[in-house]
Protein backbone atom coordinates (compact mmCIF):
# COMPACT_ATOMS: atom_id res chain seq x y z
CA UNK A 1 0.00 0.00 0.00
CA UNK A 2 1.23 3.62 -1.30
CA UNK A 3 1.90 5.54 1.98
CA UNK A 4 1.08 9.21 2.20
CA UNK A 5 4.82 10.35 1.89
CA UNK A 6 5.35 8.22 -0.92
CA UNK A 7 2.26 9.85 -2.80
CA UNK A 8 3.53 13.26 -2.01
CA UNK A 9 7.62 11.89 -3.31
CA UNK A 10 5.93 10.83 -6.18
CA UNK A 11 4.04 13.90 -7.12
CA UNK A 12 7.31 15.76 -6.47
CA UNK A 13 8.66 14.01 -9.10
CA UNK A 14 6.10 14.63 -11.75
CA UNK A 15 5.93 17.88 -10.76
CA UNK A 16 9.80 17.68 -11.93
CA UNK A 17 9.41 15.57 -14.69
CA UNK A 18 6.40 17.88 -16.44
CA UNK A 19 8.72 20.94 -16.16
CA UNK A 20 11.40 18.89 -18.66
CA UNK A 21 9.07 16.34 -20.61
CA UNK A 22 5.31 17.51 -20.24
CA UNK A 23 3.34 14.87 -21.76
CA UNK A 24 5.05 11.80 -19.95
CA UNK A 25 4.01 10.06 -16.72
CA UNK A 26 5.94 7.30 -14.23
CA UNK A 27 4.21 4.38 -13.64
CA UNK A 28 5.46 1.38 -11.55
CA UNK A 29 7.09 -0.79 -13.34
CA UNK A 30 9.12 -4.58 -12.68
CA UNK A 31 12.11 -4.63 -14.61
CA UNK A 32 11.93 -7.06 -17.44
CA UNK A 33 15.73 -8.41 -16.94
CA UNK A 34 15.46 -8.09 -12.84
CA UNK A 35 12.09 -9.35 -11.98
CA UNK A 36 12.74 -8.78 -7.85
CA UNK A 37 12.75 -5.50 -8.76
CA UNK A 38 10.19 -2.60 -8.81
CA UNK A 39 10.69 0.86 -10.10
CA UNK A 40 8.75 4.16 -10.77
CA UNK A 41 9.88 5.07 -14.25
CA UNK A 42 8.71 6.66 -17.59
CA UNK A 43 6.33 5.01 -18.97
CA UNK A 44 6.52 6.04 -22.33
CA UNK A 45 9.13 6.55 -24.85
CA UNK A 46 9.97 9.85 -26.78
CA UNK A 47 7.51 10.92 -29.54
CA UNK A 48 8.42 9.55 -32.74
CA UNK A 49 7.93 13.34 -33.88
CA UNK A 50 10.85 16.23 -33.44
CA UNK A 51 10.56 17.78 -29.75
CA UNK A 52 10.21 21.30 -29.16
CA UNK A 53 13.82 22.49 -29.11
CA UNK A 54 12.78 24.48 -25.81
CA UNK A 55 12.43 20.80 -24.29
CA UNK A 56 15.58 19.44 -26.29
CA UNK A 57 17.36 22.55 -23.71
CA UNK A 58 16.38 21.25 -20.96
CA UNK A 59 16.22 17.69 -21.06
CA UNK A 60 20.25 18.61 -21.68
CA UNK A 61 20.41 21.03 -18.94
CA UNK A 62 19.24 18.88 -16.42
CA UNK A 63 18.36 15.60 -17.34
CA UNK A 64 15.90 13.22 -15.43
CA UNK A 65 18.47 10.01 -15.82
CA UNK A 66 16.47 8.76 -12.78
CA UNK A 67 13.21 8.39 -15.10
CA UNK A 68 15.30 5.53 -16.85
CA UNK A 69 16.86 2.48 -15.84
CA UNK A 70 20.15 1.74 -17.54
CA UNK A 71 21.65 -0.81 -19.11
CA UNK A 72 24.42 -1.14 -16.59
CA UNK A 73 22.26 -0.76 -13.51
CA UNK A 74 19.82 -3.63 -14.69
CA UNK A 75 23.08 -5.97 -15.27
CA UNK A 76 24.78 -4.97 -11.98
CA UNK A 77 21.45 -4.99 -10.13
CA UNK A 78 21.28 -8.99 -11.25
CA UNK A 79 25.13 -9.52 -10.64
CA UNK A 80 24.84 -8.63 -7.41
CA UNK A 81 21.12 -10.35 -6.50
CA UNK A 82 22.65 -13.32 -8.06
CA UNK A 83 25.99 -13.26 -6.19
CA UNK A 84 24.89 -11.74 -2.80
CA UNK A 85 28.56 -12.83 -1.05
CA UNK A 86 29.53 -9.14 -2.46
CA UNK A 87 27.52 -7.33 -0.61
CA UNK A 88 26.26 -9.26 2.26
CA UNK A 89 27.12 -7.86 5.97
CA UNK A 90 28.99 -5.31 4.03
CA UNK A 91 28.28 -1.03 3.74
CA UNK A 92 27.94 -0.38 0.20
CA UNK A 93 28.06 3.23 -1.47
CA UNK A 94 26.66 3.36 -4.61
CA UNK A 95 27.57 6.35 -6.45
CA UNK A 96 25.30 7.72 -8.87
CA UNK A 97 22.12 5.57 -8.21
CA UNK A 98 19.96 7.35 -11.01
CA UNK A 99 16.58 5.38 -9.75
CA UNK A 100 18.18 3.75 -6.83
CA UNK A 101 18.34 0.03 -9.55
CA UNK A 102 21.80 -1.10 -7.59
CA UNK A 103 21.23 0.46 -4.34
CA UNK A 104 18.10 -1.16 -3.91
CA UNK A 105 19.44 -4.94 -4.92
CA UNK A 106 22.51 -4.40 -2.86
CA UNK A 107 19.98 -4.10 0.06
CA UNK A 108 18.00 -6.85 -0.99
CA UNK A 109 20.90 -9.14 -1.19
CA UNK A 110 21.80 -8.21 2.29
CA UNK A 111 23.95 -5.43 2.73
CA UNK A 112 24.07 -4.49 6.35
CA UNK A 113 24.22 -0.33 5.21
CA UNK A 114 23.53 0.88 1.73
CA UNK A 115 24.21 4.65 1.01
CA UNK A 116 22.79 6.18 -2.03
CA UNK A 117 25.11 8.99 -3.21
CA UNK A 118 23.79 11.54 -6.44
CA UNK A 119 24.89 15.03 -7.43
CA UNK A 120 21.12 15.45 -8.63
CA UNK A 121 19.05 15.62 -5.59
CA UNK A 122 15.91 14.39 -7.64
CA UNK A 123 17.83 11.50 -8.55
CA UNK A 124 17.93 10.88 -4.14
CA UNK A 125 14.00 11.47 -4.15
CA UNK A 126 13.30 8.72 -7.11
CA UNK A 127 15.94 6.09 -5.29
CA UNK A 128 13.65 7.14 -1.89
CA UNK A 129 10.58 6.49 -3.76
CA UNK A 130 11.47 3.64 -5.27
CA UNK A 131 13.52 1.73 -1.55
CA UNK A 132 9.68 2.40 -0.09
CA UNK A 133 8.49 0.86 -3.14
CA UNK A 134 10.68 -2.41 -2.89
CA UNK A 135 10.23 -2.13 1.19
CA UNK A 136 14.16 -1.65 2.03
CA UNK A 137 16.15 1.13 3.66
CA UNK A 138 18.50 3.18 1.88
CA UNK A 139 20.68 5.73 3.17
CA UNK A 140 20.68 9.05 0.94
CA UNK A 141 23.61 11.95 0.21
CA UNK A 142 24.92 14.48 -1.18
CA UNK A 143 28.68 13.93 0.28
CA UNK A 144 30.63 11.95 -1.56
CA UNK A 145 33.23 11.90 0.69
CA UNK A 146 31.63 11.21 3.64
CA UNK A 147 29.72 8.71 1.95
CA UNK A 148 33.22 6.90 0.77
CA UNK A 149 34.59 7.45 4.25
CA UNK A 150 32.56 4.46 5.47
CA UNK A 151 32.30 2.17 2.33
CA UNK A 152 33.29 -1.59 2.39
CA UNK A 153 31.61 -1.95 -1.49
CA UNK A 154 31.22 0.79 -3.72
CA UNK A 155 29.38 0.22 -6.66
CA UNK A 156 28.92 2.66 -9.72
CA UNK A 157 26.57 2.07 -13.01
CA UNK A 158 26.83 3.86 -15.65
CA UNK A 159 28.11 7.10 -14.61
CA UNK A 160 30.80 7.34 -17.15
CA UNK A 161 28.98 9.29 -19.72
CA UNK A 162 30.40 12.46 -17.94
CA UNK A 163 34.22 11.79 -19.08
CA UNK A 164 34.93 14.00 -15.75
CA UNK A 165 34.00 10.85 -13.54
CA UNK A 166 36.86 9.19 -14.77
CA UNK A 167 38.79 10.55 -11.99
CA UNK A 168 36.76 8.91 -9.52
CA UNK A 169 37.58 5.28 -10.36
CA UNK A 170 40.67 6.17 -8.55
CA UNK A 171 39.38 7.77 -5.48
CA UNK A 172 36.96 4.74 -5.34
CA UNK A 173 39.65 2.70 -4.61
CA UNK A 174 40.01 3.75 -1.22
CA UNK A 175 37.13 0.98 -0.31
CA UNK A 176 37.83 -2.64 -0.23
CA UNK A 177 36.14 -3.45 -3.48
CA UNK A 178 34.59 -1.27 -5.82
CA UNK A 179 32.18 -2.74 -8.77
CA UNK A 180 31.55 -0.50 -11.96
CA UNK A 181 29.71 -1.05 -14.80
CA UNK A 182 30.04 0.32 -17.78
CA UNK A 183 28.39 0.69 -21.18
CA UNK A 184 29.24 4.02 -22.45
CA UNK A 185 33.15 3.76 -22.68
CA UNK A 186 33.19 1.24 -25.31
CA UNK A 187 37.49 1.38 -24.91
CA UNK A 188 37.39 1.71 -21.19
CA UNK A 189 40.61 -0.07 -19.46
CA UNK A 190 40.71 1.59 -16.29
CA UNK A 191 44.03 0.66 -14.02
CA UNK A 192 43.83 -1.11 -10.97
CA UNK A 193 40.38 -2.76 -12.03
CA UNK A 194 39.55 -6.25 -13.47
CA UNK A 195 36.84 -7.27 -16.45
CA UNK A 196 34.65 -9.81 -14.57
CA UNK A 197 32.39 -10.09 -17.35
CA UNK A 198 30.40 -8.54 -20.48
CA UNK A 199 26.23 -8.49 -20.83
CA UNK A 200 24.13 -7.23 -23.12
CA UNK A 201 21.11 -5.19 -21.74
CA UNK A 202 19.39 -1.90 -22.35
CA UNK A 203 18.21 1.00 -20.81
CA UNK A 204 14.71 0.57 -20.15
CA UNK A 205 11.97 1.99 -21.02
CA UNK A 206 14.01 0.96 -23.98
CA UNK A 207 15.39 4.48 -25.76
CA UNK A 208 15.95 2.33 -29.20
CA UNK A 209 19.97 3.63 -28.60
CA UNK A 210 22.80 2.64 -31.18
CA UNK A 211 23.21 -1.08 -30.24
CA UNK A 212 26.36 0.14 -29.22
CA UNK A 213 25.12 1.31 -25.84
CA UNK A 214 23.77 -2.29 -25.45
CA UNK A 215 27.26 -4.14 -24.07
CA UNK A 216 27.30 -3.77 -20.36
CA UNK A 217 30.95 -4.15 -19.46
CA UNK A 218 31.30 -5.13 -15.26
CA UNK A 219 34.83 -4.63 -13.39
CA UNK A 220 35.80 -5.42 -10.18
CA UNK A 221 38.85 -3.38 -8.02
CA UNK A 222 42.04 -5.15 -7.82
CA UNK A 223 43.25 -5.39 -4.33
CA UNK A 224 45.87 -1.98 -3.50
CA UNK A 225 49.10 -2.50 -2.99
CA UNK A 226 49.36 -1.90 0.97
CA UNK A 227 49.76 1.79 1.36
CA UNK A 228 48.79 2.43 -2.50
CA UNK A 229 45.21 4.38 -2.26
C1 LIG B 1 23.11 7.54 -16.36
S1 LIG B 1 22.54 7.69 -14.72
C2 LIG B 1 22.73 6.00 -14.14
C3 LIG B 1 21.80 5.69 -13.00
C4 LIG B 1 21.88 4.26 -12.43
N1 LIG B 1 23.19 3.99 -11.86
C5 LIG B 1 21.53 3.23 -13.45
O1 LIG B 1 22.44 2.51 -13.91
O2 LIG B 1 20.34 3.13 -13.82
C6 LIG B 1 23.92 8.51 -13.91
C7 LIG B 1 23.63 9.04 -12.51
O3 LIG B 1 24.86 9.42 -11.93
C8 LIG B 1 24.73 10.68 -11.30
N2 LIG B 1 26.06 11.27 -11.26
C9 LIG B 1 26.81 11.70 -12.29
N3 LIG B 1 28.01 12.14 -11.87
C10 LIG B 1 28.03 11.97 -10.53
C11 LIG B 1 28.99 12.24 -9.51
N4 LIG B 1 30.19 12.76 -9.80
N5 LIG B 1 28.67 11.95 -8.23
C12 LIG B 1 27.47 11.43 -7.92
N6 LIG B 1 26.51 11.16 -8.85
C13 LIG B 1 26.79 11.43 -10.13
C14 LIG B 1 23.69 11.41 -12.15
O4 LIG B 1 23.08 12.47 -11.44
C15 LIG B 1 22.73 10.26 -12.47
O5 LIG B 1 21.76 10.11 -11.47
Redesign the pocket.
Known amino acids: MTTEREKVGLAALHRRLHSVLPNVSLTCQTLPNTPAIRLWLLNELFPEQALDPRIVNAIMEE?P??S???????V??EFLLSNPQWVQGRCVV?????????AIAAAKAGAARVIA????PW?LAATELNAAENGVSIELS?D?DAALADAHLVT????L??R??LP?LARFRRAETVLL?DS?VPDLDPAGYRLLGQWQSC?WPDLGESSEYNGVRLFASEPSAPGNV
Open positions: PYWFCWASGQLADVGPGSGVVCDLDAQLAADIYDENLART
